[in-house]
C-alpha cells in the first residue's frame, strides 16, 4: 500500500478522477470524495480504495492496474513491475472493469468544448466546475440515479452522444454501448442504429484513386549550434521504408510523393503547400507519414531541432481536408535513444487531435522503436506487410494486427528478444476502409 501511496502523489488531477470512476463501488461516496480533493488538494482515495478492496474484492491488485492501463499512464505501470506490452494482453479486453465504464470513461476522453457544454445542457446541469472532468458528472448523476451503469436507466439525453466512435484499445460497438446503457430491446436498438448504418463507414469517392499520401523521410540531420550535446546520426535503412511504403501505396491505389529532409522550420508548411497542390476534390483519404528521430512526443527537422508532434494539427485545418479523414502516422522514438544490438538502432502523448483524424505511433510513450539498417523500421515493414495482407479490413483492426505481431513476436525475430509495442488515438467518427466497402 505503500508503494500505491507514493505512486497517487504523482498523479495528475484528471488521472485520479478516471481511476476513481473506473473503480468505484460507491458513487455518491466517490463524488463527495472527488469534490473534497479539489477543494483540499490531498488525495488519497486510490490507496484508499485499495485499502478497502484487500479482502473484500477478488483481483483488486489486477482491477488496479487494469484502470492505470486504461489511461494509458505507462511509466506508471513499470513502477510496479509491468510492463506495457505484456499489459496489453492482459488488460486490454476490460476483463476486470465492465464495458460500459470503460465506454463512458472513453466518451469523457472524446468529448471536448462545446460537446461537453451541449451535454451538461442535456442534463440539466448549471455547475460547470469541473467540465474538464466529466467523469465527476456521471458519478452525480448516477448518485441522483439519473445514470445507472448496471441496471435498468434514464438517461436518454446522452443518446445522441452515442454516435461517437471509441476506436483504439476496448473499443465499443455503438450498439452494444446502447444496449448496456439504455437497456433497450433488441428492436429498439435496430431502431436507433439504422439512421446511423448508411453513414457508418466513410465513403469511397473513386475507388481507383483513392487518396493522397505525404511522407516526409528524415535520413540525414544536420547540426543545431544551440544545442551542440545533440548528435543525430543519418537513418540508415530508411530507404527499405520508402521502399515498402511506396510499394504498399500503390497497392492501396493512393497518389503519393516523397520529400526527404526538412527543416523543422517547413515541415507545417510543406504539409500544407502539398495538400493544397495534390489533395483532389475525388481523393478520399489523406495520409501523412513522418518518418524521423524522435524524443517524447516530438520529432526532428534535418535541421535536428525538435517539433511538437501535437503542433501537427494545426497543419490539417485546411478545407481541402474538411470531412475527410486523415491518417497520420510517426515511426520515431518516444523513449531515449540508444544502441540495441549490432543492426538496430531506435528512433522516440498526444494531446487532441482534429476529428475525422487517426493518429498512429510507432511506439508507446516513454519506449523507442526500431530501425535495421538493412531491412527498415520494424513497424512501417509490419504495417506495410498487414495492409497489404488484408486490404479490405477496417483500419484499426489492421493496426491491432500489427499491435498483436508486435507483441508476440522479437524485433526482426532478433536473438535479444527485442519488443516495441505501437499505438493509435482515434478521433474518426465512422469505420474507414481503403476499398468500398462490399454490403453483405
Not at 461516496?29 to 473534497?36: I, P
Amino acid at each position: 500500500l505503500q508503494k500505491i501511496k507514493t505512486a497517487e502523489q504523482t498523479l495528475k488531477p484528471y488521472e485520479i478522477v478516471s481511476i476513481m470512476f473506473l473503480l468505484h463501488n460507491d458513487a455518491k461516496k466517490t463524488f463527495t470524495d472527488l469534490e473534497q480533493y479539489f477543494k483540499d488538494g490531498n488525495s488519497n482515495l486510490i490507496c484508499q480504495w485499495c485499502s478497502d478492496a484487500i479482502g473484500s474484492i477478488d483481483n483488486w491488485e489486477s482491477k488496479f492496474y487494469e484502470s492505470i492501463y486504461l489511461i494509458k499512464n505507462y511509466k506508471l505501470l513499470l513502477q510496479f513491475n509491468i510492463e506495457a506490452v505484456n499489459a496489453v494482453h492482459q488488460y486490454n479486453h476490460g476483463y476486470l472493469i465492465p464495458n460500459v465504464r470503460v465506454g463512458l470513461y472513453k466518451m469523457c476522453e472524446n468529448l471536448i468544448g462545446s460537446d461537453v457544454e451541449a451535454l451538461l445542457k442535456k442534463m440539466g446541469e448549471t455547475e460547470l466546475r469541473y467540465r474538464n472532468y466529466l467523469e465527476i458528472y456521471l458519478l452525480k448523476w448516477i448518485s441522483e440515479e439519473k445514470l445507472c451503469i448496471e441496471d435498468e436507466i434514464n438517461i436518454r439525453p446522452l443518446l445522441d452522444f452515442l454516435t461517437i466512435e471509441f476506436n483504439g484499445d476496448n473499443s465499443i460497438h455503438k450498439k452494444t454501448l446502447a444496449e448496456l446503457l439504455l437497456g433497450l430491446q433488441d428492436s429498439q436498438c435496430d431502431d436507433l442504429m439504422e439512421k446511423s448504418l448508411a453513414n457508418e463507414a466513410y465513403s469511397i469517392i473513386d475507388p481507383n484513386n483513392i487518396g493522397f499520401c505525404l511522407i516526409i523521410n528524415q535520413k540525414k540531420f544536420t547540426p543545431d549550434p544551440s544545442n551542440e550535446g545533440l548528435q543525430l546520426n543519418e537513418r540508415i535503412g530508411t530507404e527499405k521504408d520508402c521502399d515498402s511504403l511506396e510499394r504498399m501505396l500503390k497497392m492501396l491505389k493512393f497518389e503519393f510523393e516523397f520529400v526527404h529532409n526538412v527543416a523543422s522550420t517547413n515541415i507545417r508548411t510543406t504539409i500544407q503547400e502539398k495538400v493544397k497542390t495534390h489533395f483532389k476534390p475525388n481523393h478520399s483519404i489523406f495520409m501523412l507519414i513522418i518518418l524521423s528521430h524522435g524524443y517524447k512526443g516530438l520529432i526532428f527537422g534535418s535541421d535536428s531541432k525538435p517539433v511538437k508532434i501535437t503542433s501537427i494539427d494545426y497543419s490539417l485545418l485546411l478545407s481541402e481536408l474538411q470531412g475527410k479523414p486523415k491518417v497520420i502516422i510517426i515511426q520515431a522514438c518516444q523513449g531515449d535513444t540508444y544502441l540495441i544490438a549490432s543492426k538496430l538502432v531506435t528512433d522516440a502523448p498526444i494531446s487532441v487531435w482534429p476529428k475525422d483524424t487517426i493518429f498512429c505511433m510507432a511506439t508507446i510513450p516513454n519506449f523507442a522503436s526500431y530501425r535495421h539498417v538493412e531491412k527498415g523500421t520494424w513497424y512501417i515493414q509490419t504495417m506495410c506487410e498487414v495492409f497489404e495482407q488484408h486490404p479490405d479490413f477496417e483500419l484499426t483492426k489492421l493496426l491491432k494486427i500489427v499491435q498483436k505481431r508486435h507483441s508476440n513476436q522479437s524485433v526482426f525475430n532478433t536473438e535479444e528478444k527485442l519488443r516495441s509495442m505501437p499505438e493509435f488515438h482515434s478521433r474518426l467518427e465512422k469505420d474507414l476502409y481503403f476499398t468500398i466497402r462490399k454490403v453483405e
